[in-house]
């Protein structure tokens, strides 16, 4: 069955550059989609289409795509960006959804 | 403002069938594109996608769970209902819905209700 694989975890202090990866086999056909959730929330939409902002998410994040590999990437990391961060794509056919295992981003 | 909220039992017993609601302001599911769809959240694990319903009455469920899930919507009332039968403990988690905002563009989920939590035992 498609997965999309992700770290479990990853540190960086405030203000440096946290770079969180999702691989998957269909990504380079699919769009990928990026959310955020913070402790006891819903997750937040944060990156869709790739590399596209919804209006009201800082301009420190931003989305790329490479191959099998696409990349939420918090530039100038604050302390308020810690939490949970999920991938999302869909298989070849476009109809069935699936999400990375997540990675808790911490801010020391 | 587009809001979706979840309502259903929070204690169900193994082998019953669970029915969650989710009421949505802001949006026609009536409108071409539009989907709605269900996703759970074990306690302290990832998000788990269950199944999608579309403006058309197109449906979806995952592989995995298609043979105990039902998918409907009432477009009258701005609800749809998922039921899946057979509960177990494992199922225990929160169940979200959330919306898909231009299913021709991409499959991607804004908002997302608060969720409800589910737990599954006797």
């Known amino acids: 069955s498609y997965e999309l694989t992700q770290p479990p975890s990853m540190s960086v202090s405030p203000g440096q550059t946290a770079r969180i990866t999702c691989s998957g086999d269909?990504?380079?056909?699919?769009?990928a989609y990026w959310y955020q959730q913070k402790t006891g929330q819903a997750p937040v939409l944060m990156i869709y289409?790739?590399?596209e902002r919804p209006s009201g998410i800082p301009e420190r994040f931003s989305g790329s795509t490479s191959g099998t590999t696409a990349t939420l990437t918090i530039n100038g990391v604050q302390a308020e960006d810690e939490a949970a961060y999920y991938c999302?794509?869909?298989?070849?056919?476009?109809?069935?959804?699936?999400f990375g295992g997540g990675t808790k981003l911490t801010v020391l | 403002q587009v809001t979706l909220r979840e309502s259903g039992p929070a204690l169900v017993k193994p082998t019953q069938t669970l029915t969650l609601t989710c009421t949505f302001s802001?949006?026609?599911?009536?409108?071409?594109?539009?989907?709605v769809s269900w996703i759970r959240q074990p306690p302290g694990k990832a998000l788990e996608w269950l199944a999608r319903?579309?403006?058309?009455?197109?449906?979806y469920y995952s592989t995995s769970l298609k043979t105990r899930l039902t998918i409907s919507k009432d477009t009258s009332k701005n609800q749809v209902v998922l039921t899946m039968t057979n509960m177990d403990p494992v199922d225990t988690a929160t169940y979200y819905c959330?919306?898909?905002?231009?299913?021709?563009?991409?499959?991607?989920?804004?908002?997302w209700g608060q969720g409800t939590l589910v737990t599954v035992s006797s």
């Open positions: 319903i579309d403006w058309d009455d197109d449906k």
């Open positions: 802001g949006f026609s599911l009536s409108t071409s594109g539009m989907c």
């Open positions: 959330a919306r898909i905002p231009s299913s021709s563009s991409g499959e991607w989920f804004d908002p």
């Open positions: 289409l790739d590399s």
């Open positions: 269909a990504l380079p056909n699919q769009y």
């Open positions: 999302q794509s869909t298989d070849s056919s476009g109809a069935f959804v699936m």
